[in-house]
């Protein structure tokens, strides 16, 4: 039923996305991918895999962007992945029931039986979470790894979504944003962790912790000159000759 | 947006086919129209072939056509759920209204306010599937349903007055509405351009990055090297230059045209009047089909912000 649950556990899992120091290797992008062509939501299609333009799908996608001017511009990694909403529209314009949010622990997930391949919800989310499947004809998303946090064949450290555990810089946290005391909590109230486009009114449950403003470097090389000018000696007498 | 034929093709075709059977229902209730099994259930048969080629057309666009019944299960939530049940129970009603105007049954009336309302209450929903998508500032706007129900009626209008020209029939009424519907909706599609195009959109690159604290923010390096689903569906980009020349080709249309030469009816002879009335319903389908097609194509996506950091 794609109506929002009306009752919850009050549990409400996500990610904590530290854009400090997330250094851009795509490891996140690349663990989850391999994990989910084999998990709830296999297979994650590629069309033209080895061709001049392969189009596949993926739940994970690592922009790099430049925010502010000059020497106070910062370089930001910024991965982008379903923000399992608390008011997903992507679930409530599902006209098959195919889309659903989980009362349980809040995940968002798409029962692939049941889709039509509409792309209506693709379309309702703001941040591009639903990438389309065209070989098998449905929509598929981000499933937080709902088949590997639960999954007891696993060791217990290892039950946490793929891409959290291969993250070199350990920039991803998992947990339940609605226990104040979970490590995911107490990163967002320490750090200012935000919502993105919370303008329009989807109430992402994942949080993006902001870069920290870098101190100005002590005794920092000046800047190079474009063409310096040989001081002295030959050289000079040499670039004088060349000049003329 | 990605303009897919099919969904263009839907709503022009459908929205012409609920506009001629509202007015079909509208100008027999007010008697205005023979209760002739040929012309009246001609009619109402045309109307719903238009609407069931346009809801057929909608499931080409399916990636899995074949499941498309289970559309009808979410109308507590999804306008394309109602949609589609509304359009379901649009048959019945309107086949009740023709069999009992032809065979001149008692409630009838009844049947016939019942099609006006759900060919209108239709075409409203299936505006709202697009309304909705807070997303897309193009379509999250007041105008768009009151567009969508506008230029239905007036297609209806123009395909009235063919189809009784057809039949060598005349109706100073029908011509009022043929001529005088493409006037607001003229106003409707200008009023719509003006707000679509003068509005912003509150998200940006730096609210959609939360980036803005440190100033401006656009794309550094590209999440992947090679085009994927969200550039082919969300990041369809018409040229300026393309737009405003097919905004002038639908305003000339879809509106000026059929209007005008709906108004022939008003002056010339019956064999111009019909012929004039063949070509305005003609000019404007072609001329909404343009109209939808813009509608796709000029709306930007929030998701676009992620990549190319243009305003939306």
Redesign the interface.
């Known amino acids: ?3 929002l649950p009306s009752t919850t556990t009050g549990v409400a899992l996500g990610l904590a996305i530290d ?1 400090d120091s997330c250094v ?1 290797c795509h490891a996140c ?1 690349v663990a989850c991918k391999e994990w989910n062509s084999g998990g709830h939501a296999a297979p994650l299609t590629d069309l033209d895999p080895y061709g ?7 739940f994970n ?9 000059g020497g ?5 990694h ?1 991965p ?1 992945s379903c923000l399992h909403c608390a008011e997903p ?1 992507c ?8 889309s659903y949010k989980r009362g349980e622990d809040g995940i968002v997930l798409v029962d692939e039986s ?7 919800c ?7 979470a639903r ?4 070989a ?4 598929k998303k981000c499933t937080l790894c709902v088949d590997r946090i639960y999954n007891e064949n696993l060791p217990e450290a290892e039950r946490i979504p793929a891409c959290v555990s291969v993250c070199p810089t350990k920039s991803r946290h998992f947990g339940d944003f609605n226990d104040p005391d979970s490590s995911v909590s107490r990163l967002t109230a320490g750090r200012g962790g ?8 989807y109430r992402p449950t994942n949080k ?1 912790l ?2 920290r403003r870098q101190a100005p470097v002590a005794g920092a090389l000046p800047p190079v000159e474009a063409e310096p000018a040989p001081a002295s000696g030959f050289l000079r007498w040499l670039d004088r000759i060349l000049s003329r | ?1 990605h303009p897919a034929y099919s969904v263009i093709l839907f709503t022009t075709a459908s929205g012409t086919g609920y506009g001629l059977l509202a007015f079909a229902a509208l100008f027999s209730l007010l008697g205005r129209l023979p209760g002739d099994a040929w012309f009246l259930g001609g009619l109402v048969a045309l109307a719903l072939a238009l609407i069931a080629g346009g809801l057929l057309s909608s499931t080409f ?5 074949e ?2 019944w ?5 109308w ?6 109602r949609e ?1 049940v509304l359009a379901c129970l649009s048959f019945p009603v309107a086949l009740g209204f023709a069999a009992g105007r032809i065979f001149g049954l008692a409630g009838t009336a009844g049947l016939a306010v019942a099609t006006i309302a759900i060919s209108i209450a239709t075409v409203a929903t299936t505006a709202m ?1 697009y309304a ?5 500032r193009h379509w999250h706007h007041p105008l768009v349903p009151l567009g969508y129900v506008v230029f239905a009626g007036q297609a209806g209008a123009a395909w009235l007055q063919m189809w009784q020209a057809l039949w060598g029939r005349a109706d100073p009424m029908v011509t009022a509405a043929a001529v005088l519907l493409p006037a607001v909706g003229l106003i409707v599609k200008l009023a719509y351009w003006r707000a679509v195009d003068t509005g912003r959109a ?2 940006t ?1 730096e ?18 090297t ?5 550039l ?3 990041g369809y980009r018409v040229a300026r230059r393309h737009a405003a020349k097919l905004r002038g080709y639908a305003l000339a249309l879809a509106f000026v045209v059929p209007s005008m030469l709906s108004a022939v009816a008003l002056v010339g002879s019956p064999g111009l009047a019909a012929t004039a009335a063949v070509v305005a319903a003609a000019a404007m389908s072609l001329g909404l089909v343009v109209e939808r097609w813009l509608f796709f194509a000029e709306a930007r ?3 676009t912000l ?2 190319d ?1 243009q305003p939306v």
Request: charged share 15%; aromatic share 10%.
């Open positions: 039923m794609t109506s854009l851009g992008a001049a333009a392969p189009n596949g799908v993926w996608r690592i922009h790099s962007y430049e925010a502010g001017e106070d511009g910062l370089t930001v910024f982008r529209a679930v409530t314009v599902c006209p098959t029931g195919a049941m889709c039509i391949g509409c792309k209506l693709s379309w309702a989310c703001p941040y591009g990438e389309f499947d065209q098998e004809g449905v929509m935000y919502d993105l486009m919370p303008e329009m009114g993006y902001p870069p | 947006m666009h399916l990636g899995r056509p499941r498309a289970r559309a009808f299960s979410q507590r939530t999804s306008w394309l759920s589609g599937i909705s998508l807070r997303p897309i509150a998200s690159a609210t959609a990055t939360g980036l803005g604290r440190f100033g401006r923010v656009r794309p550094l390096d590209p999440p992947h090679s085009a994927n689903y969200l082919n569906e969300m996506h929030s998701v992620y990549y950091a």
